[in-house]
């Protein structure tokens, strides 16, 4: 056998030089959930590991994380049921603890990436991502709310905004009211192949945003997020971004959606992102936890199957522990 690929494997130090994926801190986001109030770390039981900060106590999880190499973050916020209303109005009101949050965060650490959350479901009492008019989701009254929303955490601060509500049309609103409005040079890191997944419950559970049981609206989020089944699908969606001025095109969830990123990575050169959602992380914990699997070997290796998928930027809720395997294992 003149070929024999073993020889590449033989010590670490020739695995090591042959080595064709690396993942690095800095293609990683940390997904951070906070709500109003003081003194506030409650983990979330569906999500062992991961908490729900008040601004106090969020600002120390930064500076931990920062120390550790992590440069950019994704805030989500938990808002009081009293907050919400019909059109999500309270996603731009001055008063906003989140709006408040973000300002707070860039003032202290001004050189990380801090990244928006732009939909209607943290805000909306129907818990869904779009105005809901007549039991419907409806599409374009809903980007007049969401260009609001944008224009206010572009105000506060954020760096990249997150648009994942999956309205048709909204990169576009978006960009031009940033433009209108002075914001120019704040990206959008859109969420363009997001699945009708089953993988999503841990993070519902920390921000109460499920839809509300209501017979006469819809019961899921079927009607905006894609159906599972699709793939070609995901062209058409990166292509509307893409030329409505995104700066990024997203796959959520990521692992079990793989292809996806790799097809939109083999066709599109806007950086790839993909969203390691809650479900999945929660299902490898789960059983690293009852002993079936060594979670220093899975959790590393599940974040590499993603980046040499195509995905150039993570966001993952094991940021944090992959930045405490680098830096023990370097």
């Not at 909306?124 to 409806?138: A, E, L, P, T, Y």
Request: charged letters at 25%.
């Amino acid at each position: 056998m003149h070929r024999r690929p073993r020889r590449n494997r033989q010590s670490s130090s020739i695995r090591n030089m042959v080595q064709e994926t690396r993942l690095h801190l800095s293609n990683l986001v940390y997904p951070l959930f906070i709500e109003d109030g003081r003194n506030i770390k409650v983990e979330i039981t569906s999500l062992p590991g991961v908490y729900r900060f008040s601004i106090d106590k969020l600002l120390r999880e930064i500076e931990s994380c920062v120390k550790l190499g992590i440069e950019s973050f994704i805030l989500f916020p938990k808002v009081k049921g009293n907050l919400k209303d019909s059109t999500g109005s309270y996603g731009w009101d001055a008063k906003n603890f989140y709006l408040k949050a973000a300002a707070k965060i860039k003032t202290k650490f001004p050189d990380i990436c801090l990244i928006s959350d732009v939909a209607l479901d943290p805000y909306n009492s129907d818990g869904h991502d779009g105005f809901v008019h007549k039991g419907k989701i409806d599409n374009d009254k809903t980007l007049p709310l969401l260009q609001k929303m944008a224009v206010a955490q572009a105000h506060a601060g954020f760096d990249i905004l997150g648009p994942s509500d999956m309205m048709d049309g909204r990169i576009e609103a978006i960009r031009t009211s940033l433009e209108q409005n002075g914001y120019k040079d704040t990206g959008i890191m859109s969420y363009t192949a997001k699945y009708a997944s089953a993988y999503y419950g841990p993070f519902r559970d920390a921000l109460d945003s499920a839809p509300v049981k209501n017979k006469e609206i819809p019961k899921d989020k079927k009607t905006y997020q894609m159906n599972p089944a699709n793939s070609r699908e995901a062209l058409i969606e990166a292509e509307l971004d893409t030329n409505e001025g995104a700066d990024f095109l997203m796959v959520k969830p990521a692992l079990n959606y793989l292809d996806i990123i790799s097809l939109l990575k083999q066709n599109f050169d806007l950086p790839i992102a993909a969203y390691h959602v809650s479900g999945e992380c929660a299902m490898l914990i789960a059983a690293c936890q009852n002993g079936w699997l060594e979670y220093e070997i899975a959790m590393p290796e599940t974040l590499l199957s993603i980046h040499r998928a195509g995905a150039d930027v993570i966001l993952t809720y094991f940021a944090k522990d992959y930045a405490k395997w680098l830096k023990k294992n370097q």
